[in-house]
């Protein structure tokens, strides 16, 4: 199944891969009402679902809040919701990712860790940076952020943080087979391949892709080559 925020909603949908194409809405199940309208600690809602991802059985999804950011869990079994706040004055959590034990948030100039066994939150330094989108490689977190530094990344811990100036907007990011890192520009309508192991050192390649238009929205790699979407779509994960 496909996972589908309803970014205004306040809905989770549920596409049944397997049927969708020939049952249409009937293969689609909606979870709604997944974050309270007011929070009692961070304002009332703002917006949402924005991104989400599965792990560990639970459907995970963002929103923002007026002085806040809120990561809900959702159990497709028993329809159980439940809501951990993070007050903030800044900007909405963006792209949410997982290494398995904790999720990673993006934020204004920082990563937003949350982990589910504890409930409580910490996070990582990336500025100037405001990252965009986050990719788990190995003991490093890379990212994506606004022009004009593009793509950084940093350790978990915390440590080691590096941040390349590219000159263009970085947005969407995946690695190839050989290990060289890969990363779209909407803006500038660019790929960009930082070769592997892509450090501090590396040179950064930048490719046109001949769009006119707002884009690409995501880049994946594969044996044939990296493909590109090329059209808007609601946050979606399997």
């Known amino acids: 199944a496909a996972w589908v925020s309803g970014l205004t909603s306040n809905c989770l949908y549920k596409v049944n891969l397997l049927t969708v194409m020939t ?4 293969a689609v199940t ?3 009402n997944i974050f309270p309208f007011s929070s009692g600690l961070i304002g009332n809602l703002a917006g949402g679902p924005i991104g989400n991802l599965v792990a560990g059985g639970l459907v995970w999804t963002t929103t923002r809040y007026n002085s806040g950011d809120a990561v809900a869990s959702l159990n ?20 949410i990712s997982t ?12 990563i937003v860790v949350f982990n589910p066994t504890t409930s409580t939150f910490s996070s990582i330094s990336t500025a100037p940076c405001t990252p965009n989108f986050i990719y788990h490689d190995g003991p490093l977190l890379r990212f994506t952020c606004d022009s004009p530094y593009g793509f950084g990344y940093v350790n978990a811990d915390g440590t080691g943080l590096f941040i390349f100036t590219t000159g263009s907007q970085g947005r969407f990011i995946t690695k190839d087979g050989s290990g060289n890192l890969w990363f779209s520009s909407n803006s500038a309508h660019t790929l960009s391949k930082c070769p592997s192991p892509c450090n501090s050192a590396s040179p950064i390649t930048t490719y046109p892709t001949g769009m006119l238009s707002d884009g690409p929205f995501g880049i994946v790699a594969t044996t044939s080559g990296i493909w590109l979407i090329i059209i808007r779509w609601p946050m979606i994960s399997r």
Request: hydrophobic letters at 25%; aromatic letters at 18%; proline letters at 5%.
């Open 99 to 110: 290494d398995g034990s904790k999720l990673y948030m993006a934020e204004y100039q920082k």
């Open 76 to 95: 497709p079994s028993t329809s159980a919701v439940a809501v951990y706040y993070y007050p903030s004055a800044t900007t909405e959590f963006g792209d």
């Open 23 to 26: 049952q249409g809405s009937a």
């Open 30 to 32: 909606s979870y709604c």
